[in-house]
């Protein structure tokens, strides 16, 4: 099947099944915040540097960090690179289920309200292979061909 090999053709279609919403809850989580802050950060690249640079710079985070209060204030910048050789060779992200319609389309997704409507989507656009993702993370799960 595509053992070694990415199991979404390039620019293909992917179905996120997740609930999608933003909850960040203080101290730990603060630093996804700054992700999150500028509607520009995920998709930009400049921004997302010059939001990174800023969190660096943010010696509040880094003590809360070092107080093991919060999470390292980069570490949503990370989380997100680690997203990117992913990202790169997809065309549309469909968060299926997802109750956050804003977060989803800052961060370059499209929102659909159910798995159903997700695939319906998908299809629509030519999708004739489509990779599922499930949170937690399960693996991938390959509808029709």
Excluded at 18 to 39: G, I, N, V
Excluded at 68 to 89: K, N, Q
């Amino acid at each position: 099947m595509w053992r070694g090999a990415f199991p979404i053709r390039e620019g293909g279609t992917a179905i996120l099944l997740h609930d999608f919403q933003r909850h960040f809850p203080t101290p730990t989580q603060t630093p996804y915040r700054r992700l999150f802050a500028d509607p520009r950060t995920a998709r930009d690249p400049t921004a997302l540097r010059e939001a990174e640079a800023a969190a660096l710079g943010d010696a509040a985070a880094i003590t809360a960090y070092r107080e093991g209060r919060a999470l390292h204030p980069l570490e949503p910048f990370h989380a997100w690179a680690g997203c990117d050789p992913v990202l790169s060779r997809l065309g549309n992200v469909l968060v299926a289920g997802c109750r956050d319609a804003h977060a989803a389309r800052q961060l370059g997704f499209v929102p659909a309200v159910s798995p159903g409507v997700a695939l319906a989507m998908a299809r629509s656009s030519g999708a004739k292979r489509i990779g599922f993702l499930m949170s937690p993370p399960y693996f991938p799960l390959v509808v029709g061909d």
